[in-house]
C-alpha cells in the first residue's frame, strides 16, 4: 500500500514563492514516476509537473520557467518538491502528488496512487 503526503500549500501573494512537498512511502517506489496535478473550483484537474525515474522532468506549458520539480529517494520513501515561483491567481488551486510506474505522463488517468492534496491560493 502506498501513502503519498502533502504539504507546503498556503496564502500568498502574486509574485511569491512557495514550496510544496509529498512524501510517498508504503513500498519501494524508487522505479516510480511521480506528478504533480491541480485543480481549481468548477475546473478540470490538470497536469502541473512529473518527474520520472530516471529524473526526467516534464511541466505544463503554463508553469514551464517558473515551476521546478524535483525528488530525493530516501530508503522507501520519495520525496517530490515542486517549487513554485512568480505565482500568480491563476495558479490558485487544490495541488495533488500522484505516483505511477516509470515514466511521468500528463494524463491524470495513468497515476495509480494519490495524495489528499494542499491548497495554494495567490492573492493579486
Known amino acids: 500500500q502506498v501513502q503519498l503526503v502533502e504539504s507546503g500549500g498556503g496564502l500568498v501573494q502574486a509574485g511569491d514563492s512557495l514550496r510544496l512537498s509529498c512524501a510517498a512511502s508504503?513500498?519501494?517506489?524508487?522505479?516510480?514516476?511521480m506528478g504533480w496535478f491541480r485543480q481549481a473550483p468548477g475546473k478540470d484537474r490538470e497536469f502541473v509537473a512529473g518527474?520520472?525515474?530516471?529524473?526526467?522532468?516534464?511541466?505544463a506549458d503554463s508553469v514551464e520557467g517558473r515551476f521546478t520539480i524535483s525528488r530525493d529517494n530516501v530508503k522507501n520513501t520519495v520525496y517530490v518538491y515542486l517549487q513554485m515561483n512568480s505565482l500568480k491567481p491563476e495558479d490558485t488551486a487544490n495541488y495533488s502528488c500522484?505516483?505511477?510506474?516509470?515514466?511521468?505522463?500528463?494524463?491524470?488517468?495513468?497515476?495509480?496512487?494519490w495524495g489528499q492534496g494542499t491548497q495554494v491560493t495567490v492573492s493579486s
Open positions: 500522484a505516483a505511477r510506474k516509470w515514466i511521468a505522463t500528463q494524463r491524470s488517468s495513468d497515476y495509480e496512487y
Open positions: 508504503g513500498r519501494t517506489l524508487s522505479n516510480g514516476a
Open positions: 518527474v520520472s525515474w530516471n529524473g526526467g522532468t516534464t511541466y
